[in-house]
């Protein structure tokens, strides 16, 4: 049977004795009415275990003597003396991993490690306690081991929420815990399109216009310069000098007469130099580089393209936090959300059907180069520019955790030394 970490029955029994001595000490004797007063501290973690050990004495004849080596008031989670500490965590890449390895004896052992493990592993060392951790089943057990108090802290990160201070308390935070989103990249275009690609929309109407002013100014101004030898160009022929010319082929046998058709054909040929060039060399850049359609990197642009919004079952929390929220945004993309067995789902549904899946950016960043990657390096999926909930985070602990200051202290030196 599991033992307990917090108070055992058996110094809970004798705390109760020793505190019952006392009172007998407190009264009087026959001969005087001096009252003595004892003082007790009950040390959960010591070399024999929890105990209760009196410390100090006070009389109105004698004042105060100590009893102990021990303060007054001894700070009591400074030295477990390598009790067993249960703590709760599931696999978060690179917060926390599991892996299955083989000891000398040919067992499956369960070996740890990560970013939050490795912080852990260094608090244990300095405070002198063994790790264990207690088989979970989800994040919501994971959290609700610490509510019950039957876990010191979960030790991997998580968001703090308003309502999450409800259940627990933080430890000190130490880590940036954004929330992000995940989406399919857009897929490239059929290739004739790339015809297209080299001018903006802008100019292709401009050179759109100017085709069709051009033959008419070439063929109006042609009849202003008749005279007895010279035969007008019709409009037929203008078009089709002007087209040919657009197109980098050969004037026409038949040439404007007039010197203001003729002025009109030359600026026409300086203006079909120019718009061609700039034309091949973008072209060129356009079959090189091939060109994606724009992606969603913002919230807003999230909720605007996309219908359906997945999280995993930790999101049931963000869902309500979001649908509180005072900002239309947010509650619009409260709305679009549905949670899915895991981050794996999730994001094999944003690449299969066009949905964007939330979690964590660093633990997304991960799957995706592990299980979304091609063997040429590219990915079809990708994690947004701009984060859904940007914050900080910490370890869940019990809330009025005694533990708590010396916890603090240690986390916020490996992160003033990281920091380094």
């Known amino acids: 049977m599991e033992e307990s970490i917090w108070e055992t029955n058996a110094s809970q029994t004798r705390a109760s004795h020793l505190l019952a001595g006392a009172r007998r000490q407190l009264k009087p004797s026959r001969n005087s009415y001096v ?44 030295n477990f003396h390598g009790e067993v500490v249960n703590v709760t965590a599931l696999p978060y890449t690179p917060h926390w991993v599991e892996e299955i390895e083989q000891d000398e004896n040919f067992s499956a052992v369960k070996r740890y490690s990560g970013t939050d493990y490795f912080l852990l592993s260094s608090i244990a060392s300095t405070l002198n306690f063994k ?58 275009r059929p290739r004739w399109q790339s015809l297209y690609y080299p001018l903006s929309n802008e100019v292709w109407i401009a050179v759109l216009g100017v085709l069709l002013v051009v033959p008419i100014s070439v063929y109006l101004f042609s009849l202003t310069g008749l005279n007895a030898t010279s035969q007008s160009m019709d409009i037929v022929e203008a078009s089709q000098m002007v087209v040919a010319t657009f197109l980098s082929q050969n004037l026409s046998k038949k040439l404007p007469h007039s010197n203001s058709s003729r002025s009109l054909v030359a600026a026409w040929l300086v203006f079909v130099l120019v718009v061609g060039t700039v034309y091949r060399g973008n072209l060129t850049a356009a079959l090189t580089l091939p060109k994606y359609p724009p992606r969603t990197e913002t919230v807003q642009q999230l909720v605007d393209s996309f219908s359906s919004i997945t999280m995993p079952p930790f999101g049931k929390e963000f869902i309500s936090f979001f649908k509180q929220s005072n900002s239309t945004l947010y509650k619009t993309l409260a709305g679009k959300m549905s949670i899915v067995p895991d981050v794996i789902t999730g ?35 990708y994690v947004g520019r701009e984060s859904i909930l940007p ?25 003033e030394v990281r920091e380094i």
């Open 35 to 78: 009252h003595r007063l004892i003082g007790y501290v009950y040390i959960p973690y010591g070399h024999k275990g929890p105990a209760v050990e009196r410390i100090a004495a006070w009389t109105a004849n004698k004042g105060l003597w100590l009893y102990s080596t021990l303060p007054l008031f001894p700070e009591k989670f400074s």
């Open 131 to 188: 790790i264990n951790v207690i088989p979970t089943s989800s994040w919501d057990e994971v959290a609700m081991r610490v509510e019950e108090r039957k876990s010191f802290m979960a030790t991997v990160f998580h968001n703090m929420l308003p309502q999450r201070l409800k259940r627990y308390d933080y430890s000190y935070t130490y880590e940036y815990g954004s929330l992000d989103f995940s989406a399919a990249k857009p897929s490239l």
């Open 347 to 381: 994001l094999q549904r944003a690449k299969d059907t066009r949905e964007a899946h939330v979690a964590g950016r660093r633990y997304m960043e991960q799957m995706i180069a592990r299980h979304f990657t091609l063997p040429d390096g590219s990915a079809r999926l």
């Open 391 to 415: 914050g900080i985070s910490a370890w869940p602990i019990p809330h009025d955790a005694s533990y708590r200051y010396q916890m603090d202290r240690l986390m916020m030196a490996v992160v």
